[in-house]
């Protein structure tokens, strides 16, 4: 593949590098590039977005890439770009910006904040982060860190059944929104779990796991989860099933709990679920096989929807070792992504129309990618992720940053560059392409958020 990378507005010259296919000076490369090009241009890419992050945005949470501005979720910052961007930099030997961004982290993160915060964000973008960065640096203080962070969001597991409320105050511990879901519930086990064993106090691991099996407990006779429950009485609020945003990473962490833990409980419950989920959740059509939506009591269809959150589902068939139905699912990401030039939030799989037309750069369509070659070792794979990479550089980029689209169709920038952006998207299309002594895939298991856990216990 030989293609120029252009930026969607001007940027200064000495960034038209960081396409995939544009080598230092600028010129086209006789042939088409070779991997380690490839992470080199995504290394550079990185750079300029961090180095975005640093000049206007520097002690937020994140760089508004469009206004040259910053963005914090609350009343203080908690550094969500730096943090989940640590260990990307490692991963990618940047030593000089890992080491500002240590300093701010250990300088200015504190959790004693009296104003409540989302549970499930704060776990896998914060807490997350936190326990990778002590793995791969190795300063306790990152896990001093970590620790106190757990403790303040152990209050918010009170409840009768066990699963968490969505939100509590890091300070004072009060609790609110007691409608949930799944994904919320049911992301928080490598994080609470990996806090425990690094920690030796057992309270998160348990904790963490009573609320998968309490969530797990509730499922439908015929094996399904719906999209939100009360966490006070148990009772399902919305029983529509899916694989998208709000259930999705439940089914993600059941398969990883198991892989890094080996609890066998979990493992029955992935077992279980994984068998509800592909017998009514597939769907067939000329376009492609998707998983779609359908009531978790009858398993009748109920919408023909799939987006760019529902793309994770395509690794972890591949992790869970169902390699063909995952490739039969990438091929449909990648028709979803090509069609637009870019993947939309969500399209209807029968008509291919959008239904939510936006992309904020998303990484869950690369991140199968990378599994499903890393696994299978098929180069289609990795074509697929070079397509990708090349049309988010293409339409994405820009002067500051990144910039996420307020459309698909018609490419109009969005002025936000989200945290994940540096987690997620550039650390997992870097690693495509990266040599495979970059990080040992098998030795580690990303949580949702891409942060590398390893098995560093007994």
């Known amino acids: 593949m030989n293609m120029r990378i252009h930026f969607a507005r001007p940027v200064a010259a000495a960034l038209l590098c960081a396409g995939l296919s544009v080598c230092l000076a600028g010129r086209l490369p006789a042939q088409a590039p070779s991997s380690a090009e490839e992470a080199a241009a995504i290394r550079r890419a990185f750079l300029h977005a961090w180095n975005g ?35 990307t930099m490692l991963l990618m030997g940047l030593t000089d910006e890992a ?41 306790p203080r990152f896990l001093a860190l970590a620790r106190d962070l757990g403790a303040r969001l152990l209050p918010a597991f009170r409840s009768r059944t066990g699963m968490p409320y969505r939100f509590v105050n890091l300070r004072t511990g009060a609790v609110s ?41 509730r499922r439908s006779r015929i094996g399904l989860v719906g999209s939100t429950i009360d966490v006070r009485t148990g009772a399902w609020v919305d029983k529509d099933s899916h694989v998208s945003g709000g259930i999705d990473s439940y089914y993600e962490y059941l398969l990883k709990s198991w892989l890094l ?11 279980s679920s994984i068998a509800a989920v592909n017998r009514y959740l597939p769907d067939d059509r000329p376009t492609g096989l998707w998983y779609g939506h359908a009531n978790m009591d009858s398993g009748e269809r109920t919408l023909t929807h799939f987006g760019a959150l529902d793309a994770f589902f395509a690794a972890v068939l591949a992790k869970s070792g169902d390699t063909v139905r995952a490739g039969r699912l990438m091929q449909s990401i990648y028709r979803m992504w090509t069609t637009f030039g870019i993947e939309p ?19 869950e369509a690369i991140e199968s990618a990378y599994y499903l070659y890393r696994i299978t070792g098929d180069r289609r794979y990795r074509e697929m992720g070079r397509g990708m990479v090349d049309s988010l550089f293409r339409y994405c980029g820009a002067e500051t940053g990144f910039a996420a689209l307020g459309s698909v ?8 560059m989200e945290s994940f952006f540096l987690a997620e998207t550039l650390k997992y299309a870097y690693l495509l392409f990266a040599p495979s002594a970059a990080l040992d895939f098998d030795a580690v298991v990303f949580n949702t958020e891409a942060h590398p856990i390893r098995r560093t216990w007994r």
């Open 99 to 139: 080491t500002r961004a240590k300093t701010l982290i250990l300088d200015s993160l504190s959790f004693d904040r009296d104003f409540p915060v989302q549970v499930f964000e704060i776990t896998i973008r914060l807490l997350g982060g936190l326990i990778s960065a002590y793995q791969m640096d190795g300063d």
């Open 53 to 87: 992050y640093e000049r206007y945005a520097w002690g937020h949470d994140e760089l508004l890439p469009l206004s040259r501005g910053h963005k914090d979720w609350y009343p203080a910052s908690f550094l969500m770009t730096p943090v989940d961007a640590f260990d």
């Open 409 to 416: 169709v018609t490419k109009e920038p969005r002025d936000q």
């Open 345 to 363: 939030e969500e399209l209807d799989y029968v008509t291919m129309q959008p239904v939510a037309a936006g992309y904020v750069l998303r990484p």
């Open 177 to 217: 929104g007691p409608v949930s879901n799944p994904a919320e519930i049911g992301t928080l086990m490598l994080e609470f779990g990996t806090l425990s064993k690094l920690t030796g106090d057992q309270r998160y691991y348990d904790t963490a796991k009573r609320a998968v099996v309490a969530l797990f407990q």
């Open 261 to 271: 833990f080996r609890d066998p409980d979990f493992g029955r419950m992935w077992d």
